[in-house]
């Protein structure tokens, strides 16, 4: 089963920043915090992934807790065709290795014009 | 930017009857992967392949399923004997393992059996 907790829908206004938040209070000191999207049936798309420190790339930010038991992503400038289903995923290491990612259902963001 | 490509973008077959679902990876990938996502369900684990051989299946992964990559480019999913259930879209990834960029996933295949 999937280690973290997401709420199943969200909306947010075109423009506006989309913040998603998921809990992960679980989560091990070796593990990563991913986010995937899909839109529609499109396979996952990576979007960003940390450890403890706040990221961020040309897609989000990723901002996660000094206790690493919750983390937000955010999309700062949130369009159209970020309306999709978000993923946050506990794994390990850094994207590689065996282990095969654990997909919960993850937030349905809708964003509307 | 570099994809993962899947082929094909659909396959219907008969129940019973065998299926290969094929995949180029990335190529300076190391890691390759199958997950499948049954319509309206989550997406699930298959197997992981690594250095010529599985290094992780799930319990989804049974004695159905095979993985293989015959050549220096494609990775493919065999299921020998095809279940009505087994009717869902699958997804092939790969990873560089250690480059942080997670994986990449194809477009997937949808496969129906009738």
């Known amino acids: 089963d999937a280690k973290t907790t997401q709420p199943p829908s969200m909306d947010c206004a075109e423009g506006r920043a989309a913040n998603l938040p998921c809990n992960h209070s679980t989560i091990s000191g070796n593990e990563y915090v991913y986010w995937y999207r899909q839109i529609h049936s499109q396979g996952p798309q990576y979007i960003i992934h940390?450890?403890?420190n706040n990221e961020t790339n040309e897609m989000a930010s990723l901002i996660i807790t000094e206790d690493r038991k919750s983390s937000t992503l955010i999309l700062p400038h949130a369009t159209l065709r970020d309306t999709a289903v978000y993923y946050c995923i506990v794994g390990p290491y850094s994207g590689g290795g065996a282990d095969g990612l654990t997909f919960g259902k993850g937030t349905h963001l809708i964003i509307q014009p | 930017e570099p994809e993962v490509t899947q082929t094909p973008s659909h396959q219907v077959t008969q129940m019973g009857q065998e299926v290969i679902l094929r995949c180029v990876p990335i190529s300076n990938h190391l890691y390759f992967y199958w997950y499948r996502q049954i319509l309206g369900q989550k997406v699930e684990f298959l197997v992981s392949f690594y250095n010529n051989e599985i290094s992780e299946k799930s319990e989804i992964f049974d004695d159905q399923f095979s993985v293989e990559r015959p050549d220096g480019s494609n990775f493919t999913l065999k299921i020998r004997s095809t279940k009505l259930e087994d009717s869902a879209m699958y997804f092939c990834a790969s990873s560089g393992a250690g480059q942080g960029l997670g994986y990449t996933f194809g477009s997937g295949t949808r496969l129906t059996v009738v």
């Open positions: 940390g450890l403890k």
